[in-house]
């Protein structure tokens, strides 16, 4: 956890982080209909926020770009390594060696790739994410990318599963429940929460995730 400073103490650490974290690559993964929603003021202030300390932040507004979430064959441009019998989890990888998955997915790849942070922004449907950022984890984040055998434990579903699998160093996750209930001045302290902890983002620890033993090891 990012060490707590007081009086002007606070004003040269921030300085410092600052001149640190100009030139990171930002990308935030976002998963809402409405530009006006909750999250999409959360999405507008880390924008603004993270740019404010001289990063290039990327947002793929997931369904704004009416990004695909159905992993099918049309993913792979090239021939299937098995055309009698369809594997999505093979033919992605075999496509991803060979350099002929869709543009789509090979555009996002390259975003995760280049990105030195990358922030997921998205309401929790049933305890889990929106269907258009599940599909985009499916498509994006597939083996010889995002993980790869036989050593992929050691380098890594959402926080302790999909992320941690595959080698993020996950951070705590900023949880704000039920906007939609809270009053004017509650929502207001949520995006001030938000905003104070974008301020120290780069010095914080990853969490504990899933032991190396939960995978066999």
């Known amino acids: 956890m990012p060490r ?21 690559k930002v990308l935030i993964v976002y998963a809402h ?10 999405k507008k202030v ?15 507004d997931l369904y704004a770009m009416d990004f695909e979430p159905r992993a099918t064959r049309k993913d792979i441009t090239g021939a299937l390594s098995n055309p009698e019998f369809f594997s999505y989890a093979m033919e992605a990888y075999e496509a991803y060696k060979k350099k002929s998955l869709t543009s789509d997915i090979v555009d996002e790849q390259k975003k995760v790739q ?12 049933w305890y889990s994410t929106p269907a258009i950022l599940k599909g985009w984890m499916d498509r994006v984040l597939c ?25 993020f160093k996950v951070l705590a996750p900023q949880i704000n429940f039920a906007p939609e209930f809270a009053s004017e001045e509650e929502r207001k302290g949520m995006m001030a929460s938000w905003v104070q902890r974008l301020k120290t983002i780069w010095t914080e620890e990853p969490i504990l995730c899933t032991p190396p033993w939960y995978f066999g090891q």
Do not use: W
């Open 4 to 24: 707590a400073y007081a009086g002007r103490g606070i004003q040269k650490k921030k300085k410092n982080i600052f001149n640190n974290m100009a030139g990171k």
């Open 33 to 42: 209909q409405e530009p006006r929603s909750f999250n999409g003021s959360l």
């Open 46 to 60: 880390a924008v603004d926020e993270l740019s404010k300390q001289g990063c290039t932040v990327t947002v793929s």
């Open 114 to 125: 280049e990105a030195d942070l990358v922030i997921f922004q998205f309401p929790l449907y």
């Open 143 to 167: 083996q010889g990318f995002a993980f790869d055998f036989p050593g992929f434990y050691d380098s890594g579903f959402l926080k302790h599963g999909i992320l941690h699998f595959c080698g």
